[in-house]
């Protein structure tokens, strides 16, 4: 008899002919001692029901079943994983229930989609996901629908069909891709997105397991170690440190700083670590995302926890940087934080907007620093060691009174002399703006230019990583780039325009599986959607747009309420509904840009605001990790604030660069 195996992805695993063989005793100690010292009474006679059930139903198959099959981008197990020579089906059991629920249906199909996506051994096989309900009454026969990848939507069965369904759906597979050998070890390269990758982290786990680390992503590893490598030589010889990482939207900076943050809380209590964020809706989403996930695992493990007291840590890890910049203003002694991360670090305010707010909200009319050199002088308050980590954008300054990351540079050059400064060798790119703030920041011995520090690869769009690269050459009116890049894109990303709200909606939905979330974003200045009932004038609650159910009419599901730039920025939608309106509109041979004011628009000549108008678009198009649709409207030739000559130029412009219409 073949020797049982237990892997490091899978609890228990063994050939169906040998599982079958084994005892429920013999099984049921790997899967006790794999998950740890106790296990709940509940879940051992559910695994015991299992075991039992499935050396009945899969006698005389030929393939293989894993137990508790490690997902570590969801931070979960999928049940039980049965593999064949044509399918893979992964199956949820619900012991004692009657009913199959909707949430547990797409527990089990989102399972299933991250197999498909991220598992190499499962990119060509068919995919079946299968919930058993034990005690419900039989859905014979299964209607198998396979969507284009060949993931299947997940099928209802009672305990009793289980053997039936399998053979059923496998028979009709047998010219489908046989599943390769060594299916198991294969690589698992997922791309988690910010809210995944942050409850991970918070859990203690490791980069690695949560975030893709083959050959077209390996700097996201490099770029975490050199940090970790110039944080450990800060901290050795008594010295201070500013990092400059750059990377292309969606490549994962943010997971970047949340990881240097995380490790070094853990790994040095004494001389703890803070995420800053001057974007309030991330710093709202990710401190509710990780107190949900934590009250929610004190729960299971039967602790009471209220959602203050487990809120508490989580803040003091996640803040909003002008509050941590205000707390510099009642003391003058240095942070806790030895290690200070700044995302987003190009959109801290400049001199101006920086003095005005200290003199009309903190009374302090003399106050002569932007927000970067202020923010220094509070870590250099240290009287041995800091690290500043900058993670840097480009094309992402969206608001008036952002400096860029040039005062950053300034500030180092001209009052801190003393700091060192580790700059990412792209961030001489245009798209970053240090200009010549940089070229005189390089005359000083105390600066080095590194290529570990930028990011190149996009895993924001999983299925196609020259999204972004797409949506500048579209946005820079670059034609014959964009066409090219699109047509790299088609059949991974799919991308579409529409002059019907109703038909962009249904796109999203008929797309998304599972829990995959969509949502309907635009631009702050698109005033003249409203006859569309989209009014971005109405604040949303990220939280509620982020994080909550499908039920819940907040949510982002509902395609209700719709997000702007600065609600969205720096999250990620599966899906996106991108509406356009007339403030950015295609002249023919370039943009024009408008805003409204009172009851018409008028154009815009300010350069900078021109810039944050179109890069307001670049947030928008660079949301979604799986596709999106663009809803252009048709405009009224009796509205003289929507005429139809607004619309119809960007409409024939993006399909000038091949956009498919729906």
């Keep these: 008899m073949t020797k049982v195996a237990s892997l490091h992805r899978a609890w228990y695993h063994s050939a169906i002919a040998d599982f079958s063989q084994h005892s429920v005793e013999t099984i049921l100690g790997y899967l006790t001692r794999a998950s740890g010292p106790s296990v709940e009474p509940t879940q051992r006679d559910a695994w015991i029901y299992e075991i039992e059930l499935l050396q009945s139903e899969l006698q005389g198959l030929e393939g293989h079943v894993y137990f508790e099959f490690a997902i570590p981008r969801m931070g979960s197990r999928i049940d039980v994983v049965v593999l064949l020579q044509h399918s893979i089906y992964v199956i949820e059991f619900k012991v004692g229930a009657r009913a199959f629920d909707k949430a547990a249906r797409n527990q089990v199909w989102d399972y299933a989609l991250d197999l498909k996506n991220f598992h190499e051994g499962s990119h060509d096989a068919t995919i079946i996901p299968i919930l058993v309900a034990t005690d419900a009454s039989s859905r014979w026969p299964p209607n198998v629908r396979l969507a284009a990848d060949r993931v299947a939507e997940p099928l209802n069965v009672a305990s009793t069909e289980l053997r039936s369904t399998i053979d059923a759906t496998n028979s009709s597979l047998e010219r489908a891709t046989s599943v390769r050998d060594g ?6 390269k997922p791309t988690p997105t910010i809210i995944e990758a942050a409850r991970a982290l918070f859990a203690n786990h490791a980069v690695e397991a949560i975030a893709r680390h083959d050959a077209g ?18 901290k050795r010889d008594s010295k201070k440190v500013i990092c400059f990482v750059t990377g292309v939207p969606g490549a994962g900076k943010t997971l970047v700083g949340l990881n240097v943050a995380t490790l070094h809380r853990r790994e040095s209590a004494s001389d703890p670590a803070v995420y800053l964020s001057g974007n309030g809706p991330l ?11 934590e ?36 003391t003058e002694t240095p942070p806790a934080d030895h290690v200070v991360v700044f995302d987003e670090a190009q959109r801290a305010w400049n001199l101006r907007k920086t003095a005005t707010f200290m003199k009309q909200k903190k009374g302090r009319p003399d106050f002569s620093q932007s927000e970067a050199s202020f923010l220094i002088s509070y870590l250099d308050r240290h009287p041995d060691w800091a690290v500043i980590v900058c993670l840097v954008g480009g094309g992402q300054e969206i608001h008036d009174g952002e400096a860029g990351i040039s005062a950053w540079l300034e500030a180092a050059r001209d009052e801190f002399p003393k700091w060192e400064l580790y700059i990412s060798s792209k961030l001489r790119d245009s798209e970053y703006a240090a200009g010549n703030a940089l070229a005189r920041a390089q005359n000083s011995k105390s600066v080095r230019l590194d290529d570990d520090l930028h990011l190149a690869i996009s895993m924001r769009s999983f299925r196609a990583e020259n999204v972004s690269a797409f949506v500048k050459a579209t946005l ?23 002059r019907d709200l109703l038909r962009a909606k249904q796109w999203v939905r008929d797309r998304s599986r599972g829990t ?37 009419v907040r949510s982002s599901w509902y395609l209700e309420d719709c997000a702007t730039e600065f609600q ?19 002249s023919g041979t370039g943009w024009n840009h408008h805003d409204f004011k009172g009851n018409r628009w008028v154009n815009i000549k300010s350069r900078n605001n021109q810039s944050y108008l179109k890069n307001a678009y670049r947030v928008l198009l660079t949301r979604a990790r799986q596709g999106m649709v663009i809803f252009v409207p048709l405009g009224n030739p009796e509205d003289s604030t929507r005429l139809p000559e607004y619309y119809d130029r960007t409409y024939q412009y993006l399909r000038s660069v091949g956009l498919p219409e729906i």
């Design 283 to 293: 710093v709202a989403v990710l401190r509710e995302a990780l107190t949900r996930d």
């Design 568 to 586: 969205v920025q720096g999250l990620e939608l599966d899906w996106a509904c991108v509406t356009w309106d007339a403030d950015l509109r295609h």
């Design 217 to 234: 992503a390996e700097n996201l590893r490099t770029t975490s170690k050199r940090l970790e490598e110039l944080i450990y030589e800060a």
């Design 295 to 330: 009250q929610q695992r004190l729960w299971k493990a039967g602790q009471k926890a209220t959602k203050q007291r487990v809120g508490q840590p989580v803040k003091a890890f996640i803040q909003n940087v002008h509050h941590f910049r205000d707390d510099a203003l009642q």
């Design 516 to 552: 995959e979330r969509y949502g309907l974003v635009a631009s702050s200045k698109a005033m003249r959607l409203k006859p569309h009932a989209i009014d971005v004038r109405v604040a949303i609650d990220p939280v509620h747009w982020f994080l909550d159910s499908p039920e819940d």
């Design 183 to 188: 299916w198991a070890q294969a690589p698992y």
């Design 476 to 498: 820079d009116c670059e034609t014959t780039k964009a066409k090219d890049l699109l047509e790299d894109l088609a059949g991974r990303y799919p991308i579409a325009i529409t």
